[in-house]
Protein backbone atom coordinates (compact mmCIF):
# COMPACT_ATOMS: atom_id res chain seq x y z
CA UNK A 1 0.00 0.00 0.00
CA UNK A 2 0.84 3.33 -1.42
CA UNK A 3 2.99 5.24 2.23
CA UNK A 4 4.01 2.05 3.58
CA UNK A 5 6.66 -0.08 3.47
CA UNK A 6 7.44 -3.46 3.10
CA UNK A 7 7.53 -4.60 6.87
CA UNK A 8 4.68 -2.14 7.63
CA UNK A 9 6.02 0.62 9.29
CA UNK A 10 4.44 3.82 8.16
CA UNK A 11 6.83 5.93 5.66
CA UNK A 12 8.02 9.44 7.52
CA UNK A 13 6.88 12.30 6.01
CA UNK A 14 6.41 16.28 6.95
CA UNK A 15 3.23 18.66 6.11
CA UNK A 16 4.40 22.15 5.28
CA UNK A 17 3.08 24.60 7.55
CA UNK A 18 -0.27 26.10 6.37
CA UNK A 19 0.87 29.53 6.27
CA UNK A 20 3.29 28.57 3.22
CA UNK A 21 0.30 26.97 1.44
CA UNK A 22 -2.53 29.89 1.58
CA UNK A 23 -0.85 32.69 3.03
CA UNK A 24 -2.85 36.43 2.73
CA UNK A 25 0.28 38.18 2.06
CA UNK A 26 3.63 36.72 0.17
CA UNK A 27 5.86 34.34 2.31
CA UNK A 28 9.02 36.87 3.53
CA UNK A 29 12.21 34.66 2.77
CA UNK A 30 15.62 36.08 4.43
CA UNK A 31 18.15 35.04 2.24
CA UNK A 32 21.56 35.44 3.96
CA UNK A 33 24.76 35.38 1.50
CA UNK A 34 24.63 36.70 -2.03
CA UNK A 35 27.87 35.24 -3.56
CA UNK A 36 28.24 32.41 -5.15
CA UNK A 37 25.78 30.28 -4.62
CA UNK A 38 23.31 32.82 -2.95
CA UNK A 39 23.49 34.66 -6.27
CA UNK A 40 22.12 31.68 -7.63
CA UNK A 41 19.69 30.79 -5.27
CA UNK A 42 18.65 34.29 -5.24
CA UNK A 43 17.60 33.87 -9.36
CA UNK A 44 15.83 30.28 -8.41
CA UNK A 45 13.62 32.26 -5.85
CA UNK A 46 12.76 34.78 -8.34
CA UNK A 47 11.61 32.08 -10.66
CA UNK A 48 10.05 30.10 -7.76
CA UNK A 49 7.90 33.45 -7.13
CA UNK A 50 7.30 33.98 -10.83
CA UNK A 51 5.50 30.23 -10.79
CA UNK A 52 3.39 31.13 -7.62
CA UNK A 53 1.97 34.31 -8.62
CA UNK A 54 1.32 32.31 -11.86
CA UNK A 55 -0.87 29.75 -9.41
CA UNK A 56 -2.70 32.91 -7.79
CA UNK A 57 -0.09 32.17 -4.71
CA UNK A 58 0.89 35.58 -3.35
CA UNK A 59 4.50 34.92 -3.89
CA UNK A 60 7.65 35.85 -2.19
CA UNK A 61 9.32 38.61 -0.97
CA UNK A 62 12.91 38.28 0.02
CA UNK A 63 15.14 40.28 1.39
CA UNK A 64 19.04 39.71 0.94
CA UNK A 65 21.81 40.05 3.91
CA UNK A 66 25.15 40.27 2.63
CA UNK A 67 28.30 42.79 3.58
CA UNK A 68 30.56 41.70 1.27
CA UNK A 69 31.73 43.65 -1.86
CA UNK A 70 32.37 42.28 -5.37
CA UNK A 71 35.95 41.21 -6.44
CA UNK A 72 37.30 40.35 -9.55
CA UNK A 73 37.87 36.82 -8.46
CA UNK A 74 34.13 36.75 -7.86
CA UNK A 75 33.15 37.22 -11.67
CA UNK A 76 32.95 33.99 -12.73
CA UNK A 77 31.04 31.94 -10.52
CA UNK A 78 28.27 34.42 -10.16
CA UNK A 79 28.23 36.60 -12.89
CA UNK A 80 28.96 39.74 -11.72
CA UNK A 81 30.52 42.38 -14.97
CA UNK A 82 33.68 43.95 -14.27
CA UNK A 83 31.74 47.13 -13.63
CA UNK A 84 30.09 45.80 -11.05
CA UNK A 85 33.67 45.22 -9.14
CA UNK A 86 33.46 47.41 -5.77
CA UNK A 87 29.62 47.40 -5.05
CA UNK A 88 28.00 45.26 -2.72
CA UNK A 89 26.71 41.77 -3.85
CA UNK A 90 23.67 42.18 -2.21
CA UNK A 91 22.23 45.17 -3.69
CA UNK A 92 23.39 44.12 -7.26
CA UNK A 93 22.18 40.89 -7.50
CA UNK A 94 18.59 42.19 -5.99
CA UNK A 95 18.29 44.95 -8.01
CA UNK A 96 19.35 42.41 -11.05
CA UNK A 97 16.52 40.40 -10.46
CA UNK A 98 13.80 43.44 -9.50
CA UNK A 99 14.56 44.81 -12.93
CA UNK A 100 14.11 41.67 -14.68
CA UNK A 101 10.96 39.97 -13.29
CA UNK A 102 9.56 42.70 -11.29
CA UNK A 103 10.30 42.02 -7.54
CA UNK A 104 10.12 44.55 -5.31
CA UNK A 105 13.33 42.79 -3.06
CA UNK A 106 15.38 44.45 -0.53
CA UNK A 107 18.77 44.43 0.04
CA UNK A 108 20.88 44.84 3.23
CA UNK A 109 24.28 45.35 3.11
CA UNK A 110 24.73 44.49 6.68
CA UNK A 111 25.91 41.22 7.94
CA UNK A 112 22.66 38.87 9.11
CA UNK A 113 23.56 38.77 13.09
CA UNK A 114 22.70 39.27 16.49
CA UNK A 115 24.47 43.18 16.46
CA UNK A 116 21.83 43.81 13.05
CA UNK A 117 19.15 42.78 15.65
CA UNK A 118 19.75 46.10 17.72
CA UNK A 119 19.34 48.22 14.59
CA UNK A 120 15.85 46.37 13.75
CA UNK A 121 14.54 42.98 16.15
CA UNK A 122 12.12 42.30 13.22
CA UNK A 123 14.39 41.56 10.59
CA UNK A 124 14.34 37.76 11.65
CA UNK A 125 10.63 37.16 10.71
CA UNK A 126 10.42 35.55 8.28
CA UNK A 127 8.79 32.40 7.78
CA UNK A 128 11.79 30.87 5.98
CA UNK A 129 15.48 31.56 6.03
CA UNK A 130 17.47 30.46 3.55
CA UNK A 131 21.47 30.37 4.02
CA UNK A 132 23.99 30.60 1.93
CA UNK A 133 27.43 30.85 3.65
CA UNK A 134 30.99 29.49 4.16
CA UNK A 135 31.57 29.09 8.45
CA UNK A 136 30.05 27.19 11.24
CA UNK A 137 30.31 30.40 13.07
CA UNK A 138 28.21 31.98 10.54
CA UNK A 139 25.91 29.05 10.91
CA UNK A 140 25.70 29.31 14.52
CA UNK A 141 25.13 32.68 14.70
CA UNK A 142 22.25 32.13 12.06
CA UNK A 143 20.77 29.42 14.61
CA UNK A 144 21.18 31.69 17.57
CA UNK A 145 18.94 34.63 15.80
CA UNK A 146 16.23 31.45 14.81
CA UNK A 147 16.00 30.69 18.53
CA UNK A 148 16.06 34.03 19.85
CA UNK A 149 13.40 35.04 17.28
CA UNK A 150 11.23 31.75 18.11
CA UNK A 151 11.48 32.66 21.90
CA UNK A 152 10.11 36.08 20.85
CA UNK A 153 6.17 36.36 22.60
CA UNK A 154 3.74 38.17 21.21
CA UNK A 155 4.48 38.17 17.33
CA UNK A 156 3.06 36.40 15.26
CA UNK A 157 3.13 37.16 11.48
CA UNK A 158 6.33 36.41 10.32
CA UNK A 159 7.35 34.03 12.32
CA UNK A 160 10.69 31.97 11.66
CA UNK A 161 9.31 28.43 10.38
CA UNK A 162 11.94 26.83 7.97
CA UNK A 163 15.77 27.15 7.80
CA UNK A 164 17.24 26.08 4.28
CA UNK A 165 21.14 25.86 4.46
CA UNK A 166 23.61 25.54 1.28
CA UNK A 167 26.99 24.50 1.72
CA UNK A 168 29.96 23.34 -0.72
CA UNK A 169 33.42 21.83 -1.15
CA UNK A 170 35.19 22.30 -4.66
CA UNK A 171 32.96 20.11 -6.53
CA UNK A 172 30.19 18.60 -3.76
CA UNK A 173 27.98 20.43 -1.46
CA UNK A 174 24.27 20.06 0.33
CA UNK A 175 21.39 21.52 0.76
CA UNK A 176 19.34 20.43 4.16
CA UNK A 177 15.82 21.79 5.42
CA UNK A 178 15.82 21.61 9.43
CA UNK A 179 12.12 23.33 10.77
CA UNK A 180 12.71 26.55 13.69
CA UNK A 181 10.88 24.66 16.20
CA UNK A 182 7.48 22.45 16.20
CA UNK A 183 5.59 22.26 12.93
CA UNK A 184 1.83 20.94 14.21
CA UNK A 185 1.08 18.14 12.22
CA UNK A 186 -1.91 16.28 11.29
CA UNK A 187 -2.50 13.22 11.96
CA UNK A 188 -2.21 10.28 9.22
CA UNK A 189 -3.49 6.22 8.92
CA UNK A 190 -1.00 6.31 6.04
CA UNK A 191 2.13 8.31 6.63
CA UNK A 192 4.71 8.85 10.00
CA UNK A 193 4.15 12.88 10.27
CA UNK A 194 7.34 14.48 11.85
CA UNK A 195 7.02 18.14 13.68
CA UNK A 196 10.51 18.60 13.64
CA UNK A 197 13.25 18.61 11.44
CA UNK A 198 16.70 18.89 12.75
CA UNK A 199 18.81 21.74 12.71
CA UNK A 200 22.27 21.43 10.60
CA UNK A 201 24.47 22.79 13.24
CA UNK A 202 22.86 19.87 15.62
CA UNK A 203 23.11 17.18 12.96
CA UNK A 204 26.30 17.71 10.98
CA UNK A 205 28.60 19.91 13.02
CA UNK A 206 31.10 17.74 11.35
CA UNK A 207 29.88 18.06 8.03
CA UNK A 208 30.43 21.89 7.96
CA UNK A 209 33.59 22.11 9.36
CA UNK A 210 34.75 19.75 6.31
CA UNK A 211 32.81 22.12 4.02
CA UNK A 212 34.34 25.25 5.16
CA UNK A 213 36.71 27.39 2.72
CA UNK A 214 40.47 27.49 2.94
CA UNK A 215 42.39 30.40 4.35
CA UNK A 216 41.66 32.42 1.00
CA UNK A 217 45.05 32.58 -0.18
CA UNK A 218 43.99 31.36 -3.66
CA UNK A 219 41.06 34.26 -3.96
CA UNK A 220 42.69 36.64 -5.28
CA UNK A 221 42.35 35.54 -9.21
CA UNK A 222 39.90 33.44 -11.29
CA UNK A 223 42.15 30.38 -11.84
CA UNK A 224 43.20 30.51 -7.83
CA UNK A 225 39.23 30.33 -7.37
CA UNK A 226 38.31 28.26 -9.52
CA UNK A 227 40.80 25.31 -7.19
CA UNK A 228 38.72 26.25 -4.37
CA UNK A 229 35.55 25.39 -6.16
CA UNK A 230 34.41 24.07 -9.45
CA UNK A 231 32.49 26.28 -12.18
CA UNK A 232 29.01 24.83 -12.00
CA UNK A 233 28.85 23.51 -8.15
CA UNK A 234 27.41 26.96 -7.08
CA UNK A 235 24.83 27.62 -9.75
CA UNK A 236 23.76 23.31 -9.52
CA UNK A 237 23.48 22.88 -6.05
CA UNK A 238 21.29 26.41 -5.94
CA UNK A 239 18.54 25.26 -8.57
CA UNK A 240 18.89 21.75 -6.81
CA UNK A 241 17.78 23.11 -3.77
CA UNK A 242 15.28 25.26 -4.11
CA UNK A 243 12.93 22.80 -5.57
CA UNK A 244 13.09 21.67 -2.02
CA UNK A 245 10.72 24.88 -1.39
CA UNK A 246 9.33 24.22 -4.95
CA UNK A 247 8.13 20.46 -3.34
CA UNK A 248 6.35 22.21 -0.44
CA UNK A 249 4.99 25.17 -2.21
CA UNK A 250 3.42 22.70 -4.68
CA UNK A 251 3.08 19.48 -2.92
CA UNK A 252 2.21 20.38 0.83
CA UNK A 253 4.26 17.69 2.09
CA UNK A 254 8.13 16.57 1.93
CA UNK A 255 9.19 12.38 2.06
CA UNK A 256 13.10 14.01 1.89
CA UNK A 257 13.99 16.99 3.24
CA UNK A 258 17.83 17.57 1.56
CA UNK A 259 20.49 16.54 -0.91
CA UNK A 260 24.12 15.73 -1.09
CA UNK A 261 25.44 16.44 -4.68
CA UNK A 262 28.52 15.78 -5.77
CA UNK A 263 29.23 17.19 -9.32
CA UNK A 264 32.54 15.51 -9.84
CA UNK A 265 30.53 11.91 -9.72
CA UNK A 266 27.77 13.30 -11.89
CA UNK A 267 25.40 11.82 -8.50
CA UNK A 268 22.97 13.02 -6.00
CA UNK A 269 21.35 11.26 -2.96
CA UNK A 270 18.31 12.57 -1.02
CA UNK A 271 18.28 13.16 3.07
CA UNK A 272 14.50 11.28 3.53
CA UNK A 273 12.63 12.80 6.74
CA UNK A 274 12.99 10.52 9.26
Request: proline share 4%; net charge positive; hydrophobic share 40%.
Amino acid sequence: MKGKLKNNIRQAVHFVSSELLKPTNPVTVNLIGAGGTGSHVLTALARLDHMLTEMNHPGLMVRVFDDDRIEPANRLRTLFASSETGLYKSVVVTNRNNRFFGTNWKAFTEKFDRQLLKADASIPFAEITVSCVDSVAARLEIAAVLEQALQASGYNRGQPRYWLDFGNSKSAGQAILSTVGDIPQPQSKLYRPVQNLPKITDEFRDLLALSEKGDGRNTCSTAGALEEQDLFINASLAYTGVEILKKMFREGMLFSRGVFLNLGEFRSQALKVA
